[in-house]
């Protein structure tokens, strides 16, 4: 197996681990009328991104995000050719977890006075979503600043040099935080694959959902690249770039 099938192969468990269990948390939260709750939800998602980000850092990079992929090529860390396939598994694996989730909860009975299937419909299978009195413009303003930070976040604990040896704990706690913020705005993406994977995957119950899916490419792409380029330019040592 060559190293990019390596990386691919990791990128995309990353990504489906970071799906199921996160939008995971939140279908169960529905169905149960409010267990884990939005704490639950942030530390199932953070959580969640740690461990795969741990897991898969000295394999892939650990990205298991299309805007982190973007923010790495765009500051010459990673080449255009394997970007795209990062960005393609990383889609693959959230929308492989969007169906299977969609599935699971298909084949769960009632809870407090919901199905599986009632739940999952009824909070669109976890896709970040947001409405009235949010416009697109706050929503992008919103996803962008939380990308911002999770970017931050990346660059000083995993790819400074001079970073602490933390793994990805670092990171998914800059997530499980932004969601405790944003949540309830956006739902807190940050990753467009990790929204287009339960957009798929619930199939005609969140296609409403696909005039809203522009703002989650554009604001957590934005604020990545605004994040990546700041550090390299007035935070990263000369001299000591990392690749």
Known sequence: ??????????????????????????????????????????????????????????????HINPAVTLAMWA?????????ISYILAQCAGATIAG?????????????????????????????????????PFLA???????????????????????????????IGLAVAFDILMGGPITGASMNPARTIGTLIGGGSTTAALWSQHWVYWAGPVGGALLAAFLYEALILEKGKRSS
């Open 1 to 62: 197996m060559n190293r990019l099938t390596g990386s691919l192969t990791a990128e995309f468990i990353g990504t489906f681990a970071l799906t199921f269990i996160g939008a995971g948390a939140i279908i169960t939260t529905t169905w149960t009328g409010g267990e884990p709750g939005l704490v639950g939800i942030a530390l199932a998602h953070g959580l969640a991104l740690s461990i795969v980000v741990s897991a898969t850092m000295n394999i892939s990079g650990g």
């Open 75 to 83: 500051t010459g860390r990673i080449k255009a050719g394997p970007a």
């Open 99 to 135: 169906l299977l989730l969609a599935a699971v909860f298909r084949g769960i009975g009632a809870g407090p006075g919901l199905t599986g299937a009632a739940a999952a419909a009824k909070c669109m299978l976890g896709t970040p979503n947001f409405g009235d009195p949010v416009s």
């Open 140 to 170: 992008v303003v919103v996803e962008a600043v939380l990308t911002f930070l999770l970017v931050f976040a990346i660059f000083g604990t995993a790819v400074d040099p001079r970073a602490p040896r933390i793994g990805g704990f670092g």
